[in-house]
């Protein structure tokens, strides 16, 4: 399948493959240009991010809320961003066993998350991914966390919508929940809504309900919501899909949802900087010759770490052809 | 005051400030290494962390540690870092008024946190005023932080020895505690083990010492230990000085001392690197002819953020003369 080949090679580390992956991704871009210039006045995409809690029931509620967009037309790209399987050396999410109906779906993609990365290597690949998934048809792009680390808040600043997941659980059972993570939700959905949890969630909520009034909405034409579900018994979610469509109409009319993606464009430029301009430093030529003499200065009292970093930065900024071979004179 | 004027000097943000504060800096290295190669066989000073939630009593704390050191014929220097005050734009921590004895005590000196800056910044001027202090003749630093962000691993890395203090308080008042942070502890101080609060006290105390059982010692000779104090009467200061002094013995024996003051050296370096390479980059003047019009770019979708991000830093790298004004052709 291309799309899972062309997303293979925007994961991929090695520098000739980044060059072409580079090359294809701008193609794409220029192609999603052409069709909202001559189809559409907005993205005709639309990109949620989801978010929960262990035991929140992730899984089941996207191959569920995955299933009932495939059969309302749409087609359904589910992308994970989980930088701790750099650690376990692999993936929980997007493991295609955890939703066997979505991923036999001729219209939905299913990608686990890249087997090794930083969380910022991570959100790079997952970005590029979004723009390759919408290239090739995907009109709904549900990006999922498994919440390790500062995960939530990088998929949060990469989709148009953030849902964050709840499990009916009281007290205790929700310290997994991170702070700041309500903040920037824009409908909190309490899952597993059915049978004897069915009180708890109505309680959770409520609970939720007063919780949002406390905080200050991101948008001038939302205010964050909290709906219910039941996977199992398939309830609220065609209820959901209404409100997340009355979000995107809201957002799109007010020129929110365009503004918002011009930030976060811009938002990722700079995070990719930051990433990579380490990596830059450390490869180059100049400061790898004096790095280990500075290290030992350093270690031995000789001169200040804020000095050595200091003429090591100098190094790096005016020494820049040194990595060519040649110093011009 | 010298040492005052100096340590304001490595605060300075203008860069004429800055050479001068670098020059000062390695005098007084070089200065502190000829005493130590002529006196003593190991670091004369000894450099402690604090750390603990709010209502610990940390101001009182120190006071009562403090005079208790200068009356023992130690010279004594608290300094703060607090990240936070960056955004209230004034510091709670070092302010004199906290301590009013040990301010006043002529062989006691107390410097408040840096009015601006973010955790990097005010990390490098702790560690240059740390060195200063020194340099000036104190032999005991005391290094406190709020706990905001990060700043107490921070902490941590910048001294000899770090001690959490916990007040006798339960369950839910204890959630302020950050994860990990015991595990970077090598003394847990129960803190205000005075008349109501002592059963309460001896409670936290076998809490923790059974907590600490299941932590992996971060030393080959120091298994970290929990110790209670009163600074309303003034207890248990003496015993705990006595508990630091073992620590320092054992360490300083083993080679431990040494070795993490290099190892802390290092890493120093490596976070100055980050947190200065980044202004470098935004003040490199090609990258800011550039920036406008690939910010730009990047926001109409005309290229990936990844593709922006390679060729700035390629700019950066690549064209490194530009600051000068001439492009050697």
């Given at each position: 399948m291309a799309l899972a080949r062309a997303i293979t090679l925007v994961e991929a580390t090695h520098p000739g493959k980044q060059k072409q992956a580079q090359y294809l991704l701008t193609k794409v871009l220029q192609h999603n240009q052409d069709i909202e210039h001559h189809s559409f006045r907005?993205?005709?995409?639309?990109?949620?991010?989801?978010?929960?809690?262990?035991?929140?029931?992730k899984s089941t509620f996207i191959e569920v809320l995955g299933k009932f967009l495939t059969n309302s037309g749409h087609k359904?790209?589910?992308?994970?961003?989980?930088?701790?399987?750099?650690?376990?050396?692999?993936?929980?999410?997007g493991d295609k066993t955890r939703m066997p109906n979505l991923s036999c779906d001729m219209s939905a993609y299913?990608?686990?998350?890249?087997?090794?990365?930083?969380?910022?290597g991570v959100t790079r690949s997952t970005n590029e991914a979004i723009v390759l998934c919408e290239g090739a048809g995907y009109d709904v792009i549900l990006v999922e966390t498994i919440g390790v680390g500062q995960s939530e808040f990088a998929v949060a600043d990469m989709v148009d919508m953030f849902c964050l997941l709840i499990p009916p659980a009281g007290g205790d059972e929700l310290q997994g929940i991170k702070k700041g993570i309500v903040e920037v939700?824009?409908?909190?959905?309490?899952?597993?809504?059915?049978?004897?949890?069915?009180?708890?969630?109505?309680?959770?909520?409520?609970?939720?309900?007063?919780?949002?009034?406390?905080?200050r909405p991101r948008s001038a034409v939302w205010k964050p919501q909290v709906a219910r579900v039941s996977a199992l018994e398939k309830a609220g979610v065609?209820?959901?899909?209404?409100?997340?469509?009355?979000?995107?109409?809201?957002?799109?009319?007010?020129?929110?949802?365009?503004?918002t993606r011009r930030k976060q464009l811009r938002l990722w430029?700079?995070?990719?900087?930051?990433d990579h301009i380490m990596g830059r430093f450390q490869q180059h030529p100049r400061v790898r010759a004096?790095?280990?003499?500075?290290?030992?200065?350093?270690?031995?009292?000789?001169?200040?770490?804020?000095?050595?970093?200091?003429?090591?930065?100098?190094?790096?900024?005016?020494?820049?052809?040194?990595?060519?071979?040649?110093?011009?004179?």
């Open positions: 907005g993205p005709r995409t639309f990109r949620i991010g989801l978010s929960g809690p262990p035991g929140a029931g359904v790209a589910v992308l994970a961003v989980d930088p701790s399987s750099s650690t376990t050396g692999g993936s929980l999410l299913i990608r686990a998350s890249p087997s090794c990365g930083t969380l910022g939700s824009d409908v909190v959905v309490v899952t597993k809504c059915d049978g004897d949890l069915l009180p708890a969630a109505r309680r959770i909520q409520s609970e939720y309900i007063s919780a949002l009034k406390f905080m065609s209820e959901l899909w209404d409100l997340t469509q009355k979000f995107r109409q809201l957002r799109l009319d007010s020129g929110e949802l365009i503004t430029l700079a995070s990719h900087v930051r004096l790095l280990p003499d500075m290290e030992k200065m350093v270690m031995d009292g000789l001169i200040t770490p804020g000095l050595a970093a200091d003429y090591l930065l100098e190094v790096f900024v005016k020494g820049g052809r040194g990595d060519e071979g040649n110093d011009m004179h």
